[in-house]
């Protein structure tokens, strides 16, 4: 008998409640926990996974297996299935994924075990400010606002027309990372544009999988690529220099999100190659982004970048201590190589456009040179 079997058949003697119901492949996906804070996760009737909790006190849990399917006309396949759980106030947050896709996501009453708890904030700094971005993440019309601050901000230091055009390169690139969200099935929130510091592409549900981070973080660099090479090509027809400035600024902002600083786009795929690896390379690999990102701070005076950088210090440390219950599936060794040449691909793509500036008489045309020259 294995050792699921044997779960099964001491569980049966214990008292159990169930705490979660759905539907995964025409039968039911059962999550049943007892009283001795063990959770068990049946499809049907098979016992798919198992979690002992009575000695641990965490935010949240995965349950994780594989299904064979079988065909008549086809080989059969191995699914990967996944349960993500996250503690809140008083509901158990889920999110059921099915390979890459996610498939359902919901709420249910939280056990009163007390050994799933909802995590503590880091500091009250962190509080305050999750507490201002729920307030904006509630009020629809502050998008419009948002964006017309932001279009009167860039037409005061340049032009209305140079204002609606870097708009349209910033929506680009954080639509990069809604689509990406929808084609894993993640629910998004929409696009937040933030006057003379970018834009964010929101949402309230978590990746399942390095991958996934990895590919969320790089397709909003990835639109803003296609999006430059647009402009740089109505360059070139037009001769108005309106698109070149469009196409070298937006590769530029596109090239500082790609720095590998949490929280920036090029940090979190740093932190999901070299996480997939050893976990004390991960942490040495991303603290070493950090103070990349300190010292890129100092040289140009970037002051609210520093602010970024303590969020993302702050989100290393969190995930290092909670690395041995961390729901996400690592890169596997073709995955970490296919993650790094697509980053240096990108990044040399908005080099590239900043490049074939270089030698401009507009000193706004060749400035994001200089910049990378210096």
């Known amino acids: 008998m294995s050792d699921l079997d044997e779960n099964a058949v001491d569980a049966a003697n214990r008292e159990s409640i169930e705490l979660l119901t759905l539907e995964l492949m025409g039968k039911p996906l059962r999550l049943i926990t007892d009283s001795e804070a063990v959770q068990r996760l049946y499809w049907g009737e098979q016992l798919v996974s198992c979690a002992e909790l009575a000695s641990v006190q965490i935010s949240e849990i995965v349950h994780r297996f594989q299904l ?14 996944s ?41 009250n700094l962190i509080g305050l400010a999750a507490l201002a971005f729920k307030l904006l993440k509630s009020a629809k019309v502050v ?17 209305i027309e140079f204002a609606l055009v870097l708009i349209a390169c910033l929506v680009a690139h954080e639509y990069g990372h809604v689509r990406a969200m929808q084609y894993f099935g993640i629910k998004t929130k929409g696009i937040y544009l933030i006057p003379f510091v970018g834009g964010l592409a929101v949402s309230d549900d978590k990746v399942n999988t390095r991958w996934q981070d990895v590919v969320i973080s790089i397709m909003g660099p990835c639109f803003g690529l296609i999006m430059s090479l647009g402009c740089w090509l109505l360059y070139v027809i037009t001769d108005l220099e309106l698109f070149a400035g469009a196409a070298v600024l937006g590769s530029l902002l596109n090239l500082f999100n790609l720095l590998p600083i949490l929280p920036l786009d090029g940090g979190h795929v740093l932190k999901s190659i070299s996480f997939s690896m050893r976990s004390w390379v991960g942490l040495s690999v991303c603290m070493a982004g950090i103070g990349l990102g300190l010292w890129i ?58 490049f074939s500036f270089a030698d401009s008489q507009n000193p706004i045309l060749s400035l994001p040179m200089k910049i990378l020259g210096s």
Do not use: M
Request: charged content about 15%; overall charge neutral; hydrophobic content about 45%.
């Open 68 to 81: 064979q399917l079988h065909a008549a006309d086809q080989a059969d396949t191995t699914v990967s299935i």
């Open 83 to 123: 349960l993500n759980l996250q503690a809140q106030d008083n509901n158990l947050s889920y999110q059921l994924w099915v390979g890459e896709r996610q498939q359902e996501s919901g709420q249910c009453p939280l056990p009163r075990d007390g050994h799933l708890v909802k995590a503590k904030k880091h500091t």
């Open 143 to 159: 998008k419009a606002v948002l964006a017309g601050a932001s279009v009167a901000g860039y037409a005061w230091l340049f032009s």
């Open 297 to 354: 701070s100092y040289t140009f005076g970037l002051a609210l970048l520093v602010f970024f950088l303590i969020v993302g210090a702050l989100e290393i440390v969190f995930e290092w201590r909670q690395r041995q219950y961390s729901h996400l599936v690592p890169l596997d060794t073709y995955g970490q190589v296919f993650s790094a040449v697509w980053y240096f691909l990108v990044s040399a793509g908005h080099i590239l456009v900043i």
